[in-house]
């Protein structure tokens, strides 16, 4: 409605602002206000607009002019919404959109904290900031793929705090301003994790490394014990880490050993093909002689204690095979000798024979029976019938000069 001119005393239009849902306006605080004509009280109009009006104690229009509602956010439940504050009309309510923070629940205090965040859809304006109870700021976001990310350097820790208030923002299409924020803990020393033999503990909060080395935190398994064999040797029980790689005595790994107090040496070999065998002096005959010791152990061969020439025999695996060439054995002196076959293990011994050639007559052609050893006696027995001979013809010409001179 038009103004109207009013030819009363002065309104006094101090008090509260009154509203009927399509309009607001002031009453005159005077008693006995009078007006010159009255007019309608509605004051809505068709653009839904409500209209602001002064009126008269007495219920007629002083003054009035088209406005807009005054509207104010409001936020209750997870909802928001707008409500005029001079007539109490509001808009229609809408669920609030939810943040995310994702960061950590503690922080180390040397640690700066990182976290990042997205927005829901629909909202923009993404802002970010932390609250201590004395101060806060705002924080630097990165955006990336629809990810924005921040990081609160461990300089705007307050000492004299345990926590911070991490906070997002963002705006809605219509305009309203949410936010979401996380509470963080700051950890003044590193906690969590188990240091081992070989790495430091990892702290739980900031994934770093700390403290000092477990010594008796092992990642023990254990070696059984087993036989020493010629070939191969055996160990005493022990336990091996796994990390540090050092070896115990114990299951605790208490009782720090070398490896080599584990090992149990090879067995002695033995010769187990070639015992027993003899020849004849000069014949030209193969000595084969087969040692149990591994053929990769082998180190040398050796007659009567002396080192043989490789140049007179042959060795080959299985396990250790030495072979006495036939011209070198045709060399060998009558009587007995012992064969050594060396291994990194011991040495493997025995005896062969070699036994001496028959002797030939020389007028009969015939052979003697029996072997060189038989001579001996019979040279003797002629020597000392010669010597008997030749004893008695020499008492037999003195006594015949003897008899002469008489």
């Not at 739980?204 to 990642?219: A, K, V």
């Not at 070696?223 to 191969?232: F, G, L």
Request: net charge negative; proline share 2%.
């Amino acid at each position: 409605p038009d103004t109207v001119v009013v030819a009363a005393k002065s309104h006094d239009f101090s008090g509260e602002w009154h509203n009927d849902g399509a309009g607001h306006w002031h009453i005159c605080q005077n008693d006995g206000c009078t007006v010159a004509e009255p007019k309608a009280s509605h004051f809505g109009t068709d653009d839904g607009d409500c209209t602001t009006a002064v009126v008269c104690k007495c219920g007629y229009i002083i003054t009035a002019a088209n406005a807009e509602h005054s509207y104010e956010w409001q936020s209750e439940n997870g909802q928001y919404w707008k409500k005029c504050k001079f007539c109490g009309d509001e808009t229609a309510k809408k669920d609030i959109p939810t943040i995310t923070i994702n960061g950590a629940d503690a922080v180390c205090v040397t640690q700066d904290y990182k976290y990042s965040f997205t927005l829901p859809e629909g909202t923009t304006d993404a802002e970010s900031g932390y609250e201590f109870t004395n101060k806060g700021g705002g924080i630097k976001l990165t955006a990336e793929n629809g990810m924005y990310s921040g990081v609160l350097e461990s300089q705007f820790y307050d000492e004299n705090e345990i926590s911070f208030k991490l906070k997002a923002y963002a705006k809605t299409t219509d305009g309203f301003v949410f936010s979401a924020e996380k509470t963080v803990a700051i950890q003044n020393e590193h906690a969590g994790g188990v240091a081992s033999c070989v790495e430091l503990a990892i702290c739980d909060t900031c994934g770093e490394p700390y403290g000092e080395l477990d010594s008796t935190n092992h990642d023990l398994e254990k070696i059984p014990a087993k036989d020493a064999t010629v070939t191969a040797t055996g160990n005493k029980e022990y336990w091996h880490c796994k990390d540090c790689k050092k070896y115990f005595s114990d299951a605790a790994g208490t009782n720090e050993i070398k490896l080599d107090d584990t090992v149990i040496s090879k067995l002695s070999p033995e010769i187990i093909e070639g015992k027993g065998q003899s020849i004849t002096a000069g014949d030209k005959k193969e000595l084969t002689f087969k040692s149990n010791a591994a053929f990769s152990d082998f180190i040398r061969a050796q007659l009567d204690g002396k080192t043989l020439d490789e140049k007179n025999y042959t060795v080959k695996e299985g396990s250790t095979v030495v072979t006495l060439k036939a011209d070198y054995v045709a060399t060998l002196s009558a009587g007995e000798h012992k064969i050594g076959i060396v291994s990194e293990s011991g040495t493997a011994t025995t005896a062969f024979i070699v036994n001496a050639k028959a002797v030939v007559d020389n007028d009969t052609k015939s052979p003697q029976t029996g072997d060189n050893s038989n001579l001996v006696p019979w040279i003797a027995l002629l020597l000392v019938s010669g010597g008997a001979v030749i004893g008695t013809t020499v008492i037999s010409k003195k006594k015949k000069a003897q008899q002469l001179t008489k």
